[in-house]
């Protein structure tokens, strides 16, 4: 008759003869990667060990890196106005510098969702043909800017650029005298702070 060796090795245990933390640190040394994911799984115990991951790329060059991540992220993740101009930004898309904001980030997804980011490395100096993706060039990109918020409607305040799409301002208008401070986007501007000026200065709709 053939021995169960597992049920031999689990009554051990039960009996208090066997080490059950020193047995799982033990065959947890000598079995494969795989086979411990494969055990986690079955156990349904793979994410408690191995957060689930979320892969974004990385761009570098000789001197530094950045972290492609998108502006919509930075808001839900409530670090827009956090991160530094020491970063890019292209439209939505937005390349963290390595030093202090992709700490940023990566601290935020941990702590908000449990993920943990992983990074594909793509070198900003690669040929473009072989690499397409890798035409992204950070350093001649925008310095970031974080959209401000309107005093009057806590909505976004617009980006206003020039005709070659260059930023040249992003604090809104002014929204005296409905507010002191601050800014407002060009909706309130339109539909709440020039007609408060016209009535105060007694000008008033026909």
């Not at 000598?30 to 799984?41: A, E, F, G, I």
């Amino acid at each position: 008759m053939t021995v169960d060796i597992r049920e031999q090795l689990l009554e051990k245990v039960e009996e208090g003869l066997i080490d059950k933390d020193g047995l799982i640190l033990r065959m947890v040394a000598y079995m494969s990667t795989n086979d411990v994911k494969d055990m986690l799984q079955c156990n349904e115990m793979l994410d408690t060990v191995i957060p689930p991951e979320i892969l974004r790329n990385f761009y570098f060059d000789s001197g530094h890196g950045w972290l492609e991540v998108t502006y919509e992220e930075l808001i839900d993740l409530g670090i827009a106005k956090r991160i530094t101009n020491w970063s890019y930004r292209d439209g939505e898309k937005v390349y963290l510098e390595e030093d202090i904001d992709v700490g940023t980030y990566i601290d935020a997804v941990k702590e908000q969702r449990g993920l943990v980011v992983t990074v594909k490395n793509l070198n900003v100096a690669d040929n473009p043909l072989r690499n397409p993706e890798d035409r992204v060039d950070p350093r001649k990109l925008e310095r970031f800017y974080a959209n401000e918020t309107c005093v009057l409607c806590d909505g976004d305040i617009e980006i206003q650029k020039t005709p070659e799409g260059k930023v040249f301002w992003t604090k809104g208008h002014n929204p005296s005298p409905l507010a002191e401070e601050g800014g407002c986007c060009a909706t309130c501007n339109a539909v709440r702070v020039i007609p408060e000026r016209l009535k105060q200065a007694g000008y008033h709709q026909l």
